[in-house]
């Protein structure tokens, strides 16, 4: 069975601080990916990563950084936190160019006060 | 980009009936069509998907039909049961190394 976990479930973070969110997957998946969960606007991609120390942009970006220093694990960075970010964060895995199916982790719920 | 839309937001059924979810795609180009089911508090998990050399596609009570000239595709599930409310996401791709664009979502909901 894939497992992608995250780091925290829930996390309460202060305006301006400096926040990581990590995410670990153990199946070898060369595609990672960091989505922001609001009601009424789905799944939007932060940014994604197909190898060690590669990233793009998704649909979101502003606000974020990411570093995959490792093939297992992906970093997300909020690096001044703000009210606008509070959200889900969601992270998944998908081995490259077979099926798309990406596993998803259970999710960190960010609260920026 | 690619820009998937999804309809209708919610969607309440009396368990026993069938229910149609729907999602319009931009980009041409898409070729793969997964739908994702997310229940209360979990993960979003893949419940079927369709690439587009076939238009339609079933696993029991669920199935997914595609129309690339009108852009758009449908998840159908019929006899639907208390165990299906969750909310679903339809998604596209177009096979560039696994990147997808989620729909907005359809909270489901099935009363007893």
């Known amino acids: 069975d894939v497992k992608v976990t995250q780091s925290s479930r829930y996390l309460v973070k202060r305006t301006g601080e400096k926040v990581f969110l990590e995410c670990v997957q153990d199946?070898?998946?060369?595609?990672m990916f960091w989505y922001r969960q609001d009601p009424g606007l789905g799944l939007r991609l932060i940014y994604f990563?197909?190898?060690?120390?590669?990233?793009e942009k998704g649909d979101i970006p502003e606000g974020y950084s990411v570093s995959r220093e490792k093939k297992e694990r992906f970093s997300l960075i909020l690096e001044s936190a703000s009210t606008n970010q509070t959200s889900m964060y969601l992270c998944?895995?998908?081995?490259?160019?077979?099926?798309?199916?990406?596993?998803f982790g259970p999710g960190t719920r960010l609260t920026v006060l | 980009g690619e820009n998937v839309e999804q309809h209708p937001s919610t969607l309440s059924v009396q368990e026993g009936d069938s229910a149609v979810i729907k999602c319009t795609y931009s980009?041409?180009?898409?070729?793969?069509f997964p739908w994702y089911k997310q229940e209360l508090g979990k993960r979003p998990q893949l419940i079927i998907d369709?690439?587009?050399?076939?238009g339609e596609k079933k696993d029991q009570r669920i199935a997914v039909t595609l129309n690339k000239t009108a852009k758009h595709f449908s998840l159908h599930i019929t006899e639907t049961q208390p165990e299906d409310s969750a909310v679903y996401f339809c998604?596209?791709?177009?096979?560039?190394?696994?990147?997808?664009?989620f729909g907005q979502g359809t909270e489901l909901s099935v009363k007893p």
């Open positions: 199946m070898d998946h060369e595609n």
């Open positions: 998604a596209a791709s177009d096979n560039q190394g696994g990147k997808l664009i």
């Open positions: 998944a895995s998908s081995l490259l160019k077979v099926r798309n199916e990406q596993f």
């Open positions: 990563s197909y190898d060690v120390k590669m990233k």
């Open positions: 369709i690439r587009s050399n076939v």
């Open positions: 980009d041409s180009a898409s070729n793969y």
